[in-house]
């Protein structure tokens, strides 16, 4: 029998499109699932004592998880490289350092709690400290990209590379917030080292860094007021110490496997934002360690999955620029938990997918997003 070939006159097909990576949004999804819960428990109480609706907060909540989710399938779908350009890093970098000159700025700034970090558009409030964390992370991933082997001289490498974030550092302590402020050095510092730096001089920076950062905390009254309260919290109770004691006595009351969801005590008014800073405690009074430990646990699992996306990436702008959107959330996570349960001083960090801020939510899923397309250059890796 004779075999003829079948001809195709139609055009060739487009090539398909490469999965995405499915365990970093099947664990931040768990993330946001055990936030809602949490988040609801934190706040039903208050918002019934002032006779409002008990999910008000949770709403809020859905609402930033939604307009996340559509952020993060548009920027999952954008080709990572798109974010190398030179204007796009660069703008974002000038929009960063024009809001937070606006925050600073009496009279268009919202100040709460004597902390001028918001500003207010359209009855919408959200914070550019959060824009301008994922802006330096992107700045720096085409920066160091584009330094190659230079950045294994300090003067010449390093530092030049450093003055952005250094920069923005400043103009974020002026609201004042030191912690989004180190979370910024911090992260920028472990994009220098994945770079390919000098350990010798990571370490000159290392310990220039402790110097600036102790002068700092010992340098105004109220902030060392704090940092001794973090040392003894009950024996400043009545002040400093007053919320973090608050913190431990719900992680002592839950014990090993809590006291069940929605029945513990220090979010009756003891507490102070239940729902924001110290969220972790509501985790460790309804719980108890076992869920702290099922907390600690995801975000680990967040962070590997992430880590390994960026290892298995084709080039080192994707790599840097994953481990740094990486780096960023799981560093804000870690250092949150280590301030609730009283092993860092106490600073102003919202937990990750955890604490309220809708505007904060929806910013960190499109960063998960450009994670996620970084992973389809390197999928047939992970697999």
């Given amino acids: 029998m004779e075999r003829r070939a079948c001809v195709v006159l139609s055009s060739s097909p487009r090539p398909l499109r ?58 999952s779908r954008i080709p990572y490289q798109f974010w190398m350009e030179r204007k796009v890093a660069v703008g974002g970098i000038l929009i960063s350092a024009v809001l937070l000159l606006l925050v600073i700025i009496p009279g268009v700034g919202v100040s709460i709690n004597g902390s001028r970090r918001w500003l207010s558009v359209g009855g919408l409030s959200f914070q550019p400290g959060e824009f301008a964390k994922y802006a330096v992370v992107l700045f720096m991933a085409m920066t160091l990209t584009a330094r190659g082997g230079r950045i294994k001289k300090l003067f010449s490498g390093i530092l030049p590379v450093l003055a952005v974030p250094g920069i923005l ?24 080292m994945l770079a390919g730096a000098k350990w010798r001089h990571m370490a000159v920076l290392g310990m220039g860094g402790l110097i600036v950062g102790a002068y700092y905390a010992w340098s105004a009254e109220y902030r060392r007021e704090r940092l001794l309260s973090f040392m003894d919290p009950f024996a400043k109770m009545s002040d400093e110490g007053y919320q ?57 699992a967040f962070m590997l999955s992430g880590m390994r996306i960026a290892l298995n990436c084709e080039d080192k702008f994707g ?59 390197g999928l047939n890796n992970l697999r």
Avoid: H, W
Wanted: charged share 10%; with cysteine.
């Fill in 169 to 192: 550092f400043l103009l974020i302590l002026e609201q004042p917030n030191l912690s989004t402020a180190g979370t910024i050095i911090i992260v920028s510092i472990l994009m220098v």
């Fill in 319 to 377: 790599c840097l620029l994953s481990a740094g959107i990486i780096g960023m959330i799981s560093v804000q996570a870690f250092i949150n938990m280590g301030v609730v349960v009283g092993v860092l001083p106490t600073t102003g960090l919202p937990l990750p997918f955890f604490s309220a801020g809708g505007t904060s939510l929806s910013i960190t899923m499109a960063a998960v997003g450009v994670v996620l397309n970084i992973s389809r250059s």
């Fill in 18 to 75: 490469k999965p995405v990576d499915k365990q970093l949004p099947a664990v931040m999804g768990l993330l946001l699932l055990f936030g809602l819960v949490t988040l609801f428990s934190a706040t039903y109480y208050k918002a019934v004592q002032q006779g409002s609706d008990p999910f008000s907060e949770v709403k809020k909540q859905l609402f930033g998880v939604a307009v996340g989710g559509v952020a993060m399938f548009f920027t």
């Fill in 244 to 300: 973090l004691s608050q913190s431990l006595i719900a992680f002592g009351s839950g014990g090993l496997f809590g006291m069940g969801l929605g029945q513990g005590r220090q979010k009756f008014a003891y507490l102070p934002y239940p729902e924001s800073d110290f969220i972790f405690a509501i985790v460790g009074e309804d719980f108890g360690l076992a869920g702290c430990l099922a907390v600690i646990a995801l975000f680990v």
